[in-house]
């Protein structure tokens, strides 16, 4: 059942991955990967906050794999940021290389753990 539950959590996560990152790099119409960036974050704080969430209620063990392995690993962009880097640094794009690395790896820590706070916060009232 796990399988399953992955399985089609990772593809709407995929989805809606390529539609967000997709809209937003093309409304913004720059080298800078910010669609990336995006889905990144969202898939950051999220990724904190389901976890805080998981760790304090009772959520059944498919609906935690749907959407923490499922969902945002289909949904975030580890290898695409990956590849987006390379491309940068062959462009010798080094500000915004140098720029993706430091907003994308920083801003993905400080909203796991923003995540994680609200959840805290959130599950107080519960």
């Known amino acids: 059942m796990y399988y399953v539950a992955i399985f ?4 709407i996560g995929s989805i809606l991955r390529y539609l967000l990152s997709s809209q937003i790099t093309y409304a913004m119409n720059t080298l800078y990967p910010v669609g990336t960036l995006t889905v990144n974050f969202i ?3 999220l990724i904190g906050l389901s976890y805080e969430i998981f760790e304090q209620t009772i959520i059944s063990p498919e609906i935690r ?3 923490a ?4 690993g ?3 962009t580890f290898s695409n940021f990956a590849l987006e ?3 940068l640094l062959r462009g010798t794009e080094y500000q915004n290389l140098a ?3 430091v907003v994308q ?3 993905g820590l400080i909203l796991a753990l923003t995540g994680i706070f609200c959840a805290r916060f959130i599950l107080k009232f519960i």
């Open 8 to 11: 089609f959590g990772g593809g």
């Open 43 to 45: 898939g950051s704080f």
């Open 65 to 67: 794999v749907f959407f």
């Open 69 to 72: 392995t499922g969902f945002l």
């Open 74 to 76: 289909g949904f975030t």
């Open 85 to 87: 880097n390379a491309n």
């Open 99 to 101: 720029l993706n690395l």
């Open 105 to 107: 790896n920083g801003g």
